[in-house]
């Protein structure tokens, strides 16, 4: 975060690995221009339910156990 800060940006510390999905497609923060704390509020707003768009459906090639 120091070098992001170091470069003039503002890092904003968004969790761990186990938090990514806050930061997937169809969600708050994702591709928006906001500040640090429009940020950390689209991080707060997120929802673990994927949006119909990337849900997968029966014409989806492979699974989880198979990828296609």
Known sequence: MKLVNDMGFDAVDAGGL????RQQPATPVYA????MAGVREAL???????????RA??????TF???A
């Open 32 to 35: 928006a221009d906001l500040d």
């Open 65 to 67: 156990d198979a990828p």
């Open 57 to 62: 459906t029966p014409k989806s090639p492979g």
């Open 44 to 54: 707060r707003k997120a929802t673990r339910e994927r949006k119909p768009e990337w």
């Open 18 to 21: 186990d938090e990514s999905w």
